[in-house]
Structure formats: C-alpha cells, structure tokens
T-cell receptor, first 113, second 113 residues
Framework: GAGVSQTPSNKVTEKGKYVELRCDPI?????LYWYRQSLGQGPEFLIY????????DSGLPNDRFFAVRPEGSVSTLKIQRTERGDSAVYLC???????????FGPGTRLTVL | AQSVTQLGSHVSVSEGALVLLRCNYS??????LFWYVQYPNQGLQLLLK??????LVKGINGFEAEFKKSETSFHLTKPSAHMSDAAEYFC???????????FGPGTRLSVLP
C-alpha cells in the first residue's frame, strides 16, 4: 500500500520568505508527527497530531513555525520569515494510533539562502 | 524526560564481521525503545522495537537488540555484516504511551569488503 508521502521533495527559498511543506499520511492513521533533521544529527521532534488537534507542539522552535491538520489526514507545516538556520530535512511520520509504529516519509529538504 | 546517547558516530566493520551499535537511554518512566535505519536518500525504516515484552528483540535483516534495564542500554547487533547494511542507524526512546519520542544522534555504519 501507499506509504507516507511528502511534497515537495526539495524546496529552495530566500531568507524571509514563507514556505509550506505537505505531508500525506498512510490512510487511516490517526497520529501524525513532524520532525526536523539537521545535517549529521538525529531527527528532532516538532509536533504531533492526534486526529485534527495538535496533541503536543512543544518541539516547535518558535512562533514562526505552525502546523495544521484540518481534516485529520493531510498536514501542512508552515514556516514564516524563514531563516538560514531553518535549513534542514523535514520529516513526517504517521501511525495507526499513538502507541503504534511510526512510518516515515522520505522528507522535504529545505534550503534557505 | 527521555534522552538517548549513541557511542560512536561512525563504525566500520568488515563484511562478515559482527556488528555492534551502542545505545544508552535515560528515562524517568518505563521506556519504549526503537532502532531505525536510514539508507542514503531514503526515509527512516523501523528495524525493531522494545515495548516491555521480551527483552531480546529480533528485527528485520537479521538484526536484534537486547534491553538491559540495569545498564540502561539497548545495543543493536548482527552476527555477520553485509555490504547492504551500510547506512545510518538511529536509536530512539519514548514513554510507554508512545509519547515524548526522542532520537539519538545516529551512528553511520560502513561495511568494508
């Protein structure tokens, strides 16, 4: 079956611009997670959704980052006024429930020039 | 709060040799523990997970890991390395509700012919 998909696979933007990163989870998975992976590091938790609501957004680095999941399926991670330090691979994962295995997408590589 | 350390950012082994990747964790509650593998330009893939059942966990591709509470360790092993095992390996911990998911920094495994 279809796995987690993320679009775009690569995004290059200029400092100060706004970007949106999309995640399509596995159908029927109620939990959805966003992580950020900088070069040479492990993924860093950002936020997770249970259904439509953000159950834990403690990993979002500041108020420039925001994520939504309006219908409990697709999620969008939004970054305002991008900074060079935001450059990383943004990973999305989904699981059937919070206690089940997380399945990861291929990631979106964001480069802020 | 949970945390994970992985000793050795880069490990090299010869093809056919034992693979040992180290993971130590810190958790204030009974943990769930995971090993993920990341092949170049691919998403994270679950190798195995410990969720308080048997302490010796067998995963895919011949890998296994043993949960040792007294040592707060969850080291990953494989008796005989194959060239296709070359990848980045991440240990991760969560609480027993599947929340507070934290990844280690990763260990890059190289397999020499």
């Amino acid at each position: 079956g279809a796995g987690v998909s993320q679009t775009p696979s690569n995004k290059v933007t200029e400092k100060g611009k706004y970007v949106e990163l999309r995640c399509d989870p596995i159908s029927g998975h109620t939990a959805l997670y966003w992580y950020r992976q900088s070069l040479g590091q492990g993924p860093e938790f950002l936020i997770y959704f249970q259904g439509t609501g953000a159950a834990d957004d403690s990993g979002l680095p500041n108020d420039r980052f925001f994520a939504v999941r309006p219908e409990g399926s697709v999620s969008t991670l939004k970054i305002q006024r991008t900074e060079r330090g935001d450059s990383a691979v943004y990973l999305c994962a989904s699981s059937l429930t919070i206690q089940d295995t997380q399945y990861f997408g291929p990631g979106t590589r964001l480069t802020v020039l | 709060a949970q945390s994970v350390t992985q000793l050795g950012s880069h490990v090299s082994v010869s093809e056919g040799a034992l693979v040992l990747l180290r993971c130590n964790y810190s958790s204030s509650v009974p943990p769930y523990l995971f090993w993920y593998v990341q092949y170049p330009n691919q998403g994270l893939q679950l190798l195995l997970k410990y969720t308080s059942a048997a302490t010796l966990v067998k995963g895919i591709n011949g890998f296994e890991a043993e949960f040792k509470k007294s040592e707060t360790s969850f080291h990953l092993t494989k008796p005989s390395a194959h060239m296709s095992d070359a990848a980045e390996y991440f240990c991760a911990v969560s609480d027993n509700y599947g929340q507070n998911f934290v990844f280690g920094p990763g260990t890059r495994l190289s397999v020499l012919p």
